[in-house]
């Protein structure tokens, strides 16, 4: 299986949905049902072809698998060079889960230039995969600013009234980080003479660069992960983007900025990863404190769950920059977990928006008297975005939690603080529109989940209680990475003490 181009397969095989879908003719009802299907089936059978990362993933060792490597453009040592470690895995199957759930969940809720909106998400599809699987700079970089483009369209034709303010926020946002990121991979290359990502993780850049060059990505990944206060784009993309627009943006976009860390800024950077720390503590800590009191001044669901995004967020960032094997495996057991949590929350708002087109929670009210189907599934996961032990939230905070302790104890107090807030703006929302007495005429009619709604919710609902009751799978795949990362850090870390003791002593 290893010597299969399996990456190559998984990354460009939703393109070949979209030349069936291109290919198809016919007006109408007909054609957008054909156009749905090929969209499904394609992206089942990608989703299909990723699970043999996992199933054939070699828990071993810390090296990347499933590489290929093939000459682009040799005068500049740009190659195509694909490869996946146990950081990056979870995050091309975390992809392709989302995307046949996107496809389900528009099924009837888009209707117009069905065709259009459909080869968009197999799009996304790809570069998204692309991204997690890409070794050579210049790839990655075509792959992370590609995600930008359909996503602008699918907000930007799809969204609400105000969706051509959110696109091109989020446009300028994302492109404004992203020129000075491509400077500093200039300077890399200009330094190290390839684009070579494995290679590069072992160059050793001088240590006043490494400060110019972690800043250029941060500027790039910060608005990614959203930071504060770089995060403001995020409450009104999710507004205004459609319900599956919504489940990708915090389902995967959300987890570009983080994996950028991981994969960049500690490894190839890691004493200015070292210096900058405090920096990332005390962003993290107000992201995770101010974010979570704005959530509870909310009347609109989507901009509830949208600022608790940036809370959860947070929680990854203390984690990454932590530094132990406990808090860096926690952070991607919290990305991997609020991946699907936070889209599923996108989809209970969705279910109720295609009922009622309203967002307001003072719209709703006892709704588990007409849905209580509905109100189960949507307290599943809300208890899992709060961080109940049992579910996938659970697991993730714990371990940033305990590793934070062992690296700082006011910021574990601090980010600590965040699950409370966490419970309390959660448990209001789901009090306010699920409890209560039904005395809104308007709901008296209204439908509890579909079939396809079920079959949407129930993927999602076994992910947070396997991951909550039976973490090992995830945590055995991640451990010899984490591992070789922590490695490097904690190097780092003791270089600069040393540097710091000698500098006192003098």
């Given at each position: 299986m290893q010597d299969l181009p399996l990456l190559s397969l998984v990354i460009f095989l939703p393109l070949v949905g979209v030349a069936f879908i291109l290919l198809i003719r016919g007006e109408g009802e007909v054609q957008n049902r054909n156009v749905r299907n090929v969209a499904l089936w394609t992206s089942l059978a990608t989703f299909a072809l990723s699970i043999l990362l996992w199933t054939n993933f070699d828990t071993t060792t810390s090296a990347f698998q499933f590489e290929e490597e093939i000459p682009w453009i040799p005068g500049f040592d740009i190659n195509y060079h694909l490869g996946v470690d146990g950081i990056s895995v979870f995050f091309v199957l975390l992809s392709t889960l989302l995307t046949p759930i996107c496809v389900l969940a528009s099924w009837e809720a888009i209707q117009k230039h069905v065709k259009e909106y459909m080869i968009a998400f197999l799009v996304l599809e790809t570069f998204m995969v692309g991204m997690f699987c890409a070794l050579d700079f210049v790839l990655f970089y075509l792959f992370f600013e590609g995600v930008l483009i359909p996503m602008f369209l699918i907000i930007g034709v799809w969204g609400g009234p105000a969706r051509i303010y959110a696109a091109f926020k989020l446009f300028l946002y994302t492109l404004a980080g992203s020129v000075l990121m491509l400077l500093a991979i200039l300077t890399i290359y200009f330094y190290a003479d390839t684009f070579d990502i494995p290679t590069l993780l072992n160059v050793r850049i001088p240590v006043e660069t490494q400060y110019w060059l972690w800043l250029a990505f941060l500027a790039s990944f910060a608005v990614k992960v959203p930071m504060w206060p770089v995060h403001t784009w995020l409450p009104d993309a999710h507004v205004e983007a459609p319900t599956a627009g919504s489940v990708i943006l915090a389902g995967v976009l959300l987890k570009m900025g983080a994996y950028g860390f991981l994969r960049f800024s500690i490894p190839m950077l890691p004493e200015a990863s070292v210096y900058f720390t405090p920096l990332i503590y005390a962003l993290s800590i107000i992201a995770i404190?101010?974010?979570?009191?704005?959530?509870?001044?909310?009347?609109?669901?989507?901009?509830?769950?949208?600022?608790?995004?940036?809370?959860?967020?947070?929680?990854?960032?203390?984690?990454?920059?932590?530094?132990?094997?406990?808090?860096?495996?926690?952070?991607?057991?919290?990305?991997?977990?609020?991946?699907?949590?936070?889209?599923?929350?996108?989809?209970?708002?969705?279910?109720?928006?295609?009922?009622?087109?309203?967002?307001?929670?003072?719209?709703?009210?006892?709704?588990v008297h007409r849905m209580p189907l509905y109100a189960f599934v949507f307290m599943v996961f809300m208890m899992a975005s709060v961080g109940l032990p049992g579910t996938s939230g659970f697991i993730g905070e714990f371990l940033v939690l305990v590793g934070a302790f062992q690296a700082n104890t006011w910021v574990a107090f601090l980010a600590a603080t965040g699950v409370i807030l966490g419970a309390a703006y959660m448990l209001w929302l789901y009090r306010r529109v699920v409890f209560g007495e039904l005395t809104k005429k308007s709901l008296k009619d209204i439908l509890d989940l579909s079939p396809r709604e079920i079959l949407i919710f129930a993927p999602l609902i076994l992910l947070v209680f396997w991951m909550g009751l039976y973490p090992a799978p995830f945590l055995d795949v991640l451990h010899e990475s984490v591992g070789n990362l922590v490695e490097r850090y904690e190097l780092a870390r003791i270089a600069a003490e040393n540097v710091a003791m000698v500098n006192s002593g003098k």
């Open positions: 404190i101010y974010t979570s009191l704005v959530a509870l001044a909310q009347e609109d669901m989507k901009k509830l769950i949208a600022y608790s995004s940036v809370a959860h967020m947070g929680f990854v960032t203390i984690g990454i920059f932590a530094g132990n094997t406990q808090s860096v495996e926690g952070a991607i057991i919290v990305m991997l977990s609020h991946g699907f949590v936070s889209a599923a929350l996108f989809l209970c708002v969705g279910v109720v928006y295609d009922r009622m087109h309203s967002r307001d929670i003072a719209t709703y009210g006892g709704l």
